[in-house]
């Protein structure tokens, strides 16, 4: 996998939820370590908040 960001549309593809839920969820993960809105979440800060594998999101990802 190339890539280190993840986007409220992977996250909905993950999690199944609504598109406004991702983005909620990227806000708050960026308030919890500390970023600034122009700054990205990566797949492992989001896999570490969530409490979900990287290795299965990344497979999920790359289907």
């Known amino acids: 996998m190339d ?5 409220a549309k992977d996250i909905q ?3 199944g939820k609504s598109i406004r839920y991702c983005r909620d969820l ?3 993960i960026r308030e919890a370590r500390g970023k600034q809105n122009h ?3 990566t797949i492992d800060e989001f896999c570490e908040y969530t ?3 990287p290795v ?3 497979e ?3 289907a």
């Open 51 to 53: 409490g979900l594998c």
């Open 39 to 41: 700054q990205f979440v």
């Open 56 to 58: 299965a999101v990344k």
């Open 60 to 62: 999920i990802l790359l």
């Open 13 to 15: 593809i993950i999690t």
């Open 3 to 7: 890539r280190l960001c993840i986007y």
């Open 26 to 28: 990227i806000k708050k």
